[in-house]
């Protein structure tokens, strides 16, 4: 996720119409006029929705971020696999060309460099976890073992190992929080030394999407799309399942366990390749790490400050502060 201070600072240039001329800035590279781009959300990248002019047609979306952030680094390495995994029938979108025929464009903006890319909206519709039917998570799951067996290309380097995370000391000894730095150090240690005993020849690693939850894929009538790959990386099949599946398996805060969708997404899974007992048995392992890496992810996101804020930022401030004490504890809870 992007800091805080840096969604704050692009809110502030959009209007009352969600227009901004940081994304008229952008939205120009690809031969769109002023005032077409609409903001839509800031997360992983700022998002905003180009409208069809004839409202007949699906949108596009604009994704930017500032050149040289973790974001933006991660945005342009996604380009080339999102393009790679549409030729390959795989379910991504393909990225829309600029002006000058670029998959992603450097754009210098009245707020600085950015890096951006347009995609289509992929085809299909959003289901929440409340709402999907285990003949939907047989679809997911074997649209992702689809993605392990035939995705291939350049992606961005692994996430860091869970003991090198970006969790940082107080001055006064300890981690963010209060909490005395050995208590969660030690759990992460653990849970990274778990993963390193993992046999190659029972757990298979590739070209994981990292990201392949419900709200990044749709249901269409040529199965399932998905249209954001910025967390790809090399790493292990079984984590990247543990990450897809964390709200059937209560992994992430206000979920709760759902067994019933578990099964049918990995016997989705297993219907297109193999998904071994051992690394079935692993994801709760590979969701602690993901916990792991959460807590320092949101450390760098924090970052708002504590003088006067407008209420959203107070909000969403205090929402990802207890996304990190939910994991943080979780982590505790697991390992010590």
């Known amino acids: 996720m992007l800091p805080i201070s840096e969604i704050w600072r692009i809110s502030r240039t959009v209007d009352e119409s969600w227009r ?10 690809w031969g769109l006029p002023p005032g077409s781009a609409r903001w839509l959300r800031s997360s992983a990248t700022h998002v905003f ?12 979306y604009l994704r930017f971020a500032r050149e040289g952030s973790t974001a933006a680094v991660k945005l342009a390495n996604s380009v080339p696999l999102l393009a790679g995994w549409a030729g390959q029938r ?15 464009e450097a ?12 995609v289509p909206a992929a085809e299909g519709a959003e289901f929440a976890v409340e709402d999907l039917s285990a003949g939907h998570a047989v679809k997911w799951g074997a649209a992702l073992a689809d993605l392990h067996s035939g995705g291939n290309g350049a992606p961005e380097p692994a996430p860091p190992r869970v003991d090198t ?31 390193a005993k993992l046999d190659p020849d029972q757990y298979s690693r590739g070209i994981c999407h990292g990201d392949f939850e419900l709200d990044n894929i ?19 099949f079984a984590a990247d399942v543990a990450l897809a599946v964390r709200d059937l398996t209560g992994t992430t805060l206000g979920s709760r366990e759902r067994p019933e969708l578990l099964a049918a997404f990995l016997a989705g899974y297993r219907s297109r ?6 690394e079935e048995a692993s994801l709760p392992l590979h969701s602690l790490a993901a916990s792991a890496r959460m807590i320092g992810q949101l450390e760098g996101v924090l970052d708002a400050g504590d003088g006067e804020r407008p209420d959203w930022v107070r909000e969403l401030d205090a929402s990802l502060r207890e996304h990190q004490r939910w994991h943080r504890d979780r982590l505790l809870r697991n390992r010590i």
Not at 20 to 29: G, I, R
Not at 107 to 118: F, I, K, Q, Y
Not at 273 to 278: E, G, K, N, V
């Open 20 to 29: 901004s001329p940081v994304a008229d800035s952008v939205a120009a590279a």
């Open 49 to 60: 929705v180009i409208p069809a002019p004839d409202g007949n047609q699906p949108p596009a």
């Open 90 to 104: 795989l379910g991504a979108v393909a990225p829309i060309p600029s002006n000058n025929g670029q998959l992603s």
């Open 107 to 118: 754009v210098e903006t009245p707020d600085g460099r950015v890096v951006a890319m347009l």
């Open 165 to 195: 995370l970006p969790v940082q000391e107080q001055s006064d000894g300890t981690l963010p929080g209060g909490l005395a730095k050995d208590p969660l150090r030690c759990a992460i240690r653990s849970v990274e030394d778990e993963i």
């Open 218 to 236: 749709r249901f269409g009538p040529g199965g399932v799309a998905f249209f954001d790959a910025d967390e790809a990386h090399h790493g292990w």
């Open 273 to 278: 390749r193999a998904f071994t007992p051992a």
